[in-house]
C-alpha cells in the first residue's frame, strides 16, 4: 500500500470538514447514520465513505487499489498513438468509455490522461460489442470487479436516500441497474507529476458538478478540492479563491458526491457538489496522481425531472414549462457543455497543444 501513498498529505493546508459515513451503519439500517447521510446530501453533497467496516466496503476498496495499479502500468509506457486508437465507437453520446486526454506536448499528456470502461459494454446488453483494447485487456478482471462492487455501493446510498425522502422502495434504485443501459462507467486518471515549484495556472480540471447519480472517487494523493460550504456559491466562475478547501485522502475511504441528477430527481432538495482538481499540494506535487472514479447514472431513457413526494417539491409554473429530456440526452448536454469549457480554457493557454479528442 506505501506505493500508493509516496508522500504524506501536507499539514498546512486548508481542509475540507467532510463528514464521515458507516457503510456497515448504513447496511443495518441505522436510522441516525440514514439521517446524517440525508443531511449531508442536503448541504453539500460531498463525504467520505467508510469501506472497511463492511466486506461490501472492503471488496470496492480492493478493487479500487487494483484498478489504480492496472492504470500505473500502462499509462506511463504505452505510446501516446496506441492510447489514442481507445475511441469510442460513433453514437456514443455520454463520456463512459474510451481514452482521453487533455492537452499534449512533445507527446505526454501536459495536464491529464484517462480511460474509462463502459459498464454498459461488459454487463449490460450493448447493441455494440465492447472490447477492450490490447493494453487493457490483462486487467479486465479488475476492470469488471471495481465496475461491479461501484454499482452494489452506489445503490446503498441511493436505497438509503429514497427511504429518507419517502419515495417507495426501487425509485432511485431500479434505475441504476448494473445490466441497464446508462452510461455507467469505471474511470481511472493520471495527472503526471510537476518538478515545476511554481506555476502561473496550477489548476487541472477546473470546476464543475457532474452529470450523474452518484460518484464515488478513490484517490490516494491530494488534488481534490470542493467549496467551504458558507460560501454558497452563485456559480461556478463565482467562487472566492479563499473558499477552496482541499479533501485529504483517507486510507480505507471513498469520496462520495452526488451528481446533478439527483438534483433534478428532488428539485434541489439533495445538492450537487461543486468541485475542482489541481496539481497535488507541497511534496506530492512531483508524484503522479491517481485516481479511480465509478459512477452511476440513471438508465438512458429515464425522463428527468423531478419525482413526487412529501419532501420534494412541486415544480414551479416555469418549470413544468421546461422540456423534459431523457438521461442520455440531458447527460450528452452536460458533457458537452463542460468539454466546450475545458478546450476554451486550454485554447487560451501558453506553449503548442493537441485540444481534447472529443467522443463525439
Not at 26 to 32: G, K, R, V
Not at 131 to 155: C, D, I, M, Y
Request: net charge negative.
Amino acid at each position: 500500500m506505501d506505493d500508493l501513498y509516496p508522500v504524506p498529505f501536507p499539514n498546512d493546508m486548508p481542509i475540507a470538514d467532510l463528514e464521515k459515513i458507516s457503510l456497515y451503519k448504513l447496511l443495518n439500517d441505522d436510522e441516525d447514520e440514514a439521517q446524517r447521510l440525508f443531511k449531508v446530501c442536503k448541504e453539500t453533497g460531498f463525504f467520505y465513505l467508510d469501506m472497511m467496516d463492511h466486506p461490501k466496503g472492503k471488496q470496492m476498496w480492493e478493487d479500487a487499489c487494483t484498478a489504480c495499479r492496472a492504470g500505473q502500468d500502462v499509462l506511463p509506457r504505452v505510446p501516446m498513438q496506441e492510447k489514442k486508437l481507445f475511441k469510442a465507437p460513433a453514437g456514443v453520446r455520454v463520456l463512459d468509455r474510451g481514452y482521453q486526454t487533455g492537452a499534449v506536448k512533445d507527446g505526454q499528456p501536459r495536464d491529464s490522461e484517462m480511460f474509462m470502461i463502459p459498464q454498459t459494454g461488459i454487463f449490460g446488453k450493448d447493441s455494440t460489442p465492447f472490447q477492450l483494447p490490447p493494453w487493457l485487456v490483462q486487467h479486465e478482471s479488475r476492470f469488471k470487479a471495481a465496475v461491479k462492487t461501484g454499482n452494489t455501493v452506489a445503490n446503498i446510498v441511493l436505497g438509503v436516500l429514497e427511504q429518507e425522502l419517502q419515495l417507495p422502495p426501487g425509485t432511485f434504485t431500479s434505475l441504476h441497474r448494473l445490466t441497464d443501459s446508462s452510461g455507467d462507467f469505471l474511470r481511472v486518471l493520471r495527472y503526471p507529476g510537476s518538478d515545476t515549484p511554481e506555476e502561473v495556472d496550477p489548476l487541472r480540471f477546473p470546476a464543475h458538478k457532474d452529470a450523474v447519480s452518484v460518484a464515488i472517487l478513490f484517490t490516494w494523493l491530494g488534488g481534490l478540492q470542493v467549496v467551504e460550504p458558507r460560501a454558497a456559491p452563485a456559480g461556478v466562475t463565482s467562487v472566492p479563491e479563499d473558499c477552496w478547501r482541499w479533501v485529504k485522502p483517507m486510507p480505507g475511504s471513498a469520496v462520495v458526491n452526488l451528481g446533478d441528477a439527483m438534483e433534478v430527481f428532488t428539485n434541489g432538495v439533495l445538492k450537487s457538489g461543486l468541485h475542482r482538481v489541481t496539481k497535488a499540494p507541497g511534496q506530492q506535487r512531483v508524484h503522479d496522481k491517481y485516481s479511480v472514479l465509478v459512477v452511476a447514472r440513471p438508465e438512458d431513457q429515464t425522463p428527468m425531472k423531478a419525482f413526487k413526494s412529501p419532501q420534494i417539491p412541486d415544480d414551479s409554473p416555469e418549470q413544468a414549462q421546461t422540456e423534459v429530456f431523457t438521461s442520455i440526452e440531458w447527460g450528452h448536454n452536460k458533457i458537452k457543455a463542460l468539454q466546450d469549457t475545458i478546450d476554451k480554457i486550454q485554447s487560451e493557454r501558453r506553449g503548442k497543444t493537441d485540444n481534447l479528442e472529443r467522443s463525439w
